[in-house]
């Protein structure tokens, strides 16, 4: 027992070793005035610092549009293949994890060649505005759609163990025994028992967006990664410290997502 507990105590030590010395020889590099003394000022000129913010807020909302999307599309579709469909099941977790076959170079590539072929063949076409649109610097769909079908798999695992451990049709029929219409039954008795589920969904996506660089700079946005690149190479200790910042973001949101989950386990038993 005691060699058991040596044991673990090891690969913990190891794996904090691992995890913790790159993170401090990072922060140290970030306040190092290279004069021996300690300097926040590449923390305190991020605000202002030429695209930052931009970078930022197209993350954002390029993170949120892609959790709402998958979602929207996931949440339903698993709900049926539950409650009335049991055989499409297979299909789309199929379906959910084609993505994770296709390396990202790939489907970058894949897309380049559609919007490419889009101006020769279809100039006189009402498609062609279209592809045009889906382009737009300000909000660039196209990055939309390529970040769903990277989140895909990892949104899919997370609601699919969700639904596994909840009694779907049980909760659905007892609910309707009591009157509750179906769209009543889903909101107010299943959701609510997926609230676990959805975070994790939600934060795996967040954490793909906001890291995502190959995509993005392929098809020449520049979100939030591609902009840590890029001024990296001007001024690298501003680059670590937004990477850094941008680590302890996705920290504090999974520490939401543990708190919320353990209030939501909580609740489910009193």
Request: aromatic fraction near 8%.
């Amino acid at each position: 027992m005691n060699r058991l507990r040596l044991g673990r105590g090891l690969v913990l030590l190891l794996c904090g070793v691992y995890f913790f010395v790159p993170l401090g020889a990072s922060v140290y590099f970030s306040v190092d005035d290279h004069h021996g003394s300690v300097t926040f000022d590449a923390y305190t000129s991020l605000l202002s610092a030429p695209g930052f913010l931009d970078a930022l807020y197209l993350s954002l909302e390029l993170a949120a549009a892609t959790v709402v999307l998958l979602l929207v599309l996931l949440v339903p579709a698993l709900l049926a293949a539950r409650l009335g469909a049991p055989k499409l099941r297979p299909v789309i977790e199929v379906v959910c994890s084609m993505p994770l076959v296709v390396p990202v170079v790939a489907l970058t590539t894949g897309i380049v060649g559609v919007l490419r072929w889009g101006p020769e063949y279809l100039a006189d076409t009402p498609i062609f505005q279209t592809l045009v649109a889906i382009q737009n610097p300000q909000f660039p769909v196209v990055l939309l759609i390529a970040y769903v079908l990277m989140a895909l798999p990892f949104a899919y695992r997370a609601l699919d163990g969700g639904l596994r451990s909840v009694d779907v049709v049980t909760l659905v029929e007892a609910a309707r025994s009591c009157g509750a219409s179906w769209p009543r039954a889903v909101f107010s008795v299943v959701l609510p028992n997926l609230r676990s589920a959805l975070l994790s969904a939600s934060v795996l996506t967040v954490a793909l967006v906001l890291g995502e660089f190959t995509t993005a700079s392929i098809l020449g946005f520049q979100p939030f990664s591609v902009w840590i690149n890029a001024y990296g190479k001007t001024d690298g200790q501003m680059s670590v410290a937004v990477s850094i910042l941008s680590l302890l973001i996705v920290w504090v949101v999974l520490l939401m997502l543990s708190v919320l989950g353990g209030r939501s386990r909580k609740a489910a038993r009193s």
